[in-house]
């Protein structure tokens, strides 16, 4: 069995890079990080507790992947850019066939963000991942949930509802009106397994977008954070929502109800004024990224929905939340 100190030199300890934000990582009792003068830091905390957020016996690269892209989203959805993180880590056991995958997964989107690892703490528990992670943004140009204007549009990243419609499949849930076979399921559960975080998209769009969300609980109660938070409402046109490709095989009904009240999607949601339509293409294209619009932001409170004609759909989202996990 790995000591506690063992597992930290040999899974989590490496030298940060010599031009980086990271003055002193892994190893004293603070790590020393120096954002660039003039920003602010941006700050966010997540935790993932096996048996709620992740099965116990998931795939380590995957969740090694996974809780840092959860928290990446976050710098995403305020438009910051990472500087590092810490991992706070409760293990029932030290075992090498799960640390060495979890912290290459960990690891792997680490420099693809050029995010350091800094910090943590380590202990032995039920298997709990926490991670800190640690972004500069803009003065003034952070993207809030406060901001959104009457008027703006509202847009979305990428596309939704496959992850949700992987848990249907592994819960075997509406068997009766869920046809997928195994590679459809394989297909929906990489977007479970493996969210990517929409970093570069939140930076391109800082000065752009007015307010910014990431969606984690579906899109509908996200945006509902960003309208509540701004007091304004808006009006969804809910068949211009782009479905994942997985869920593009299932039924209108679904394809509503998995993009609307999904989760862990980790998409943005963000609302821009109609005039900035341009430079929105443009930082999805800077960005690589796929952007949607689907809505508009009005004055009268509340989330309405349409069709495509237009005509308002009464859609009860209250009743989806009893397909929900939580
Ligand atoms: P302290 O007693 O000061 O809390 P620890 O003995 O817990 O320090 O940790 C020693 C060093 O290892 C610290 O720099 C800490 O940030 C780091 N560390 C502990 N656990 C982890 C982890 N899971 N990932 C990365 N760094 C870690
Ligand atoms: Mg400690």
């Given at each position: ?51 709620r ?19 990446l ?19 029932p056991e ?13 690891l ?13 703490d ?11 992670i ?24 990428g596309?939704l ?24 399921h ?8 493996h969210?990517?975080p ?56 679904f394809q ?33 990224t ?36 939580t």
């Amino acid at each position: 069995m790995l000591s506690e100190f063992d597992l930290i030199s040999q899974y989590f300890t490496r030298a940060p890079r010599a031009d980086g934000p990271v003055a002193l990582g892994v190893g004293d009792d603070c790590a020393l990080l120096m954002p660039t003068a003039g920003m602010q830091l941006a700050v966010s905390s997540d935790m993932l507790v096996a048996g709620r957020h992740f099965f116990a016996d998931v795939d380590p690269y995957s969740l090694g992947h996974k809780s840092l892209a959860v928290n990446l989203s976050d710098l995403a959805a305020m438009g910051a850019r990472p500087l590092g993180f810490t991992l706070a880590l409760a293990l029932p056991e030290a075992r090498a066939e799960w640390l060495a995958p979890f912290a290459a997964g960990l690891l792997a989107l680490a420099d693809v963000h050029d995010c350091e690892l800094i910090g943590g703490d380590t202990t032995k528990g039920p298997l709990n991942i926490c991670i800190t992670i640690f972004g500069e943004t803009l003065p003034g140009q952070a993207l809030r949930r406060d901001a959104a204007l009457a008027g703006d549009d509202i847009w979305v990243s990428g596309t939704l509802g496959d992850a949700r419609l992987a848990l249907a499949g592994y819960r075997h849930e509406f068997t009766d009106q869920i046809i997928m076979d195994g590679d459809e399921h394989a297909l929906a559960a990489t977007r479970m397994h493996h969210p990517t975080p929409r970093v570069a998209l939140g930076i391109a769009l800082r000065g752009i977008a007015h307010a910014a969300i990431d969606i984690s609980d579906g899109l509908a109660g996200d945006l509902g954070h960003i309208l509540e938070r701004s007091g304004v409402g808006a009006t969804l046109a809910v068949d211009t929502i782009p479905s994942g490709p997985a869920l593009l095989r299932q039924t209108h009904t679904f394809q509503r109800l998995f993009t609307l009240a999904g989760g862990d999607d980790y998409e943005l949601c963000f609302t821009a004024p109609p005039t900035k339509r341009e430079a929105v293409m443009n930082a999805a294209m800077v960005s690589s990224t796929e952007v949607t619009r689907i809505g508009c932001v009005d004055a009268l409170a509340g989330l309405r929905f349409i069709d495509v004609n237009g005509v308002p759909l009464d859609l009860q989202l209250t009743s989806f939340d009893h397909f929900r996990t939580t």
